[in-house]
C-alpha cells in the first residue's frame, strides 16, 4: 500500500487516527501551535497519545487525563494552565465542529490565530 493510502498513522500507538476530532496534530493546528508549512510533515498522533496535550481538554465530552511528572498540570503555575485548558479546550470544541464540515483547511485555525497568520503573512 502506498503511503498516500495508508491514511494518518499515530506515531506512538501505529492505529490510524481516523477522525479528525481525535487528531493531535490538526488540534495543535487550530489553536495555533503549528505551522501550518510543517503540517504536511509532522507525524500525527490520537489525542490520548499525547496526553501532556490532552490533559488540558476540560469538556464534559472528554474523558479527562491524568499524568505524572514534571508536566502534570497539577504541578504546574495556576494561571498557565487556566490557560492552557481555555485555548485547548476551544481548539478541541472546534475540531468537534470541524469533523462534520466542510470547511477549507485554511480556516481550520481559531479566529485569533486566523488573525496572526493573516497579519503575519502580509508582512506588518
Known sequence: MAKCDEGYLCEVCGKDVANLSESDLYLRYVVGLLDPEVLHTTPERHLRCNP?????????????IFIEGPFDKRSLEPAYVQQQETLLTRGWMRLQELASSETPIIEYPLPEVLQRMRKHSSGF
Open 52 to 64: 501532556a496535550l490532552a490533559q488540558y481538554i476540560v469538556h464534559e465530552k472528554f474523558e479527562p
